[in-house]
């Protein structure tokens, strides 16, 4: 059965840091991997895919996302984090034809 | 970007009564999900719906559940008879096709069973 992971409820980080939100995943066959954010009271929205190609990916608002198939993650990453990047983060797999799941979440904090 | 939009935005029943949840996915879409989230918890897939009818569904998604598209632009979701473990975050999402795009999300529907 597919799953995804997520193993830490909360990363807290200082402004200015480097961020890293970790999720590992199983999928059979290959992987189409997605970032979501949710803002409080908001729907998911998309930060960033996976297909194929390079494994690290760009997406919107300067974060990108390191494909590693050995280890199956798919780790969230921005070089500086922001007070405004704090939200709820969903990382979400799905092969070919399959329906999206989730990982449970994980709660960044950014602080001044 | 077009939206997904989701009414309303609260819903608040008694257990045991019927509660409707709408949808309207962006206009070229053909793929249409629900999924829900219980405070604290992840959000899990309910049910995806394609050519009108159910393409898969997941082990929530019981008898008391069903869904419609009945007029071309909305989705809905229906409970039947609504439980106090019913209350939750439901979203819709759509997509346009079946591979590797982005599901779109709609801001979600707050339902609170007392």
């Known amino acids: 059965a597919q799953s995804v992971a997520q193993p830490e409820d909360q990363v807290n980080v200082a402004e200015g840091n480097p961020l890293t939100v970790k999720c590992t995943y199983s999928?059979?066959?290959?992987?189409?991997l997605f970032w979501y954010v949710q803002y409080p009271n908001r729907g998911l929205q998309f930060l960033l895919k996976?297909?194929?190609?390079?494994?690290l990916v760009k997406g919107s608002y300067g974060f990108e996302a390191e494909f590693n198939k050995s280890q199956t993650s798919f780790h969230l990453k921005k070089p500086s984090a922001l007070v405004s990047d704090s939200a709820l983060y969903f990382c979400?797999?799905?092969?070919?034809?399959?329906?999206?799941?989730f990982g449970q979440g994980t709660e960044l904090s950014v602080k001044p | 970007e077009p939206e997904v939009t989701q009414t309303p935005s609260h819903q608040v029943t008694q257990m045991g009564q019927e509660v409707i949840l709408r949808c309207v996915p962006i206009s070229n879409h053909l793929y249409f999900y629900w999924y829900r989230q219980i405070l604290g918890q992840k959000v899990e897939f309910l049910v995806s719906f394609y050519n009108n009818e159910i393409s898969e569904k997941s082990e929530i998604f019981d008898d008391q559940f069903s869904v419609e598209r009945p007029d071309g632009s909305n989705f809905t979701l229906k409970i039947r008879s609504t439980k106090l473990e019913d209350s939750a975050m439901y979203f819709c999402?759509?997509?346009?096709?079946?591979?590797?795009?982005?599901?779109?999300f709609g801001s979600g529907t707050q339902l609170s069973v007392l």
């Open positions: 999928v059979s066959g290959n992987p189409y």
């Open positions: 999402a759509s997509r346009e096709n079946s591979g590797n795009e982005k599901l779109f």
């Open positions: 996976y297909i194929t190609g390079d494994n």
């Open positions: 979400g797999a799905h092969n070919q034809g399959g329906k999206l799941i």
